[in-house]
């Protein structure tokens, strides 16, 4: 086939593969795949009230890891149940100009990232019910372990044992 040709059967491949401004699947709360995302706003109200921790996913929308995580670590029913059990889930991304509150003071999502010292993503951040941060841990985190993370904070073994001594009973 001569260039021209692979030139010409790329680009429409190229273009249809391409996001062209359309909504992302790492968009903030009401996420398609997973309904449990909730706004920043609704988080700190929730979790104060039901006194629940907080969960904040920070993501970018150009971070293979943080779609890979999105696309299977929160996809796991495990996951989701202890989601469901002990947080109230959130995320921003973390290059958004959007405005958000936290703790009754105004940022874009970006700013909210500088002030949690976000350097890498995704960052999961872990919230106290008064939205005080307890633990952020960056990286990409397959299902079994971010189950054992999940179970750590949400039951409250931070306060008593390591995390080593909690995943050696588990």
């Known amino acids: 086939m001569k260039p021209i040709k692979i030139i010409a059967v790329m680009i429409p491949l190229l273009l249809v593969s ?9 968009t903030g709360a009401g996420s398609p795949e997973h309904e449990f995302w909730v706004t920043l706003e609704e988080a700190q109200e929730r979790a104060y009230d039901e006194g629940q921790h907080m969960l904040l996913d920070i993501y970018t929308e150009w971070c293979g890891f943080c779609r890979r995580m999105n696309a299977e670590t929160y996809a796991d029913e495990g996951v989701q149940e202890l989601l469901d059990r002990y947080f109230i889930a959130t995320r921003i991304n973390a290059e958004s100009s959007q405005s ?9 999502m970006e700013e909210l990232a500088l002030q949690f010292g976000v350097a890498s993503y995704p960052t999961t951040v872990f919230l106290t019910p008064n939205g005080e941060p307890l633990a952020a841990q960056a990286g990409f985190f397959e299902a079994p372990h971010f189950r054992q993370m ?10 008593e044992v390591t995390f080593e001594e909690y995943s050696n009973t588990q």
């Open 100 to 108: 958000v509150t936290f703790l009754g003071r105004s940022y874009t």
């Open 18 to 26: 391409c996001n062209s401004g359309g909504e992302s699947t790492l």
């Open 150 to 159: 999940l179970g750590y904070v949400g039951t409250g073994s931070y306060q």
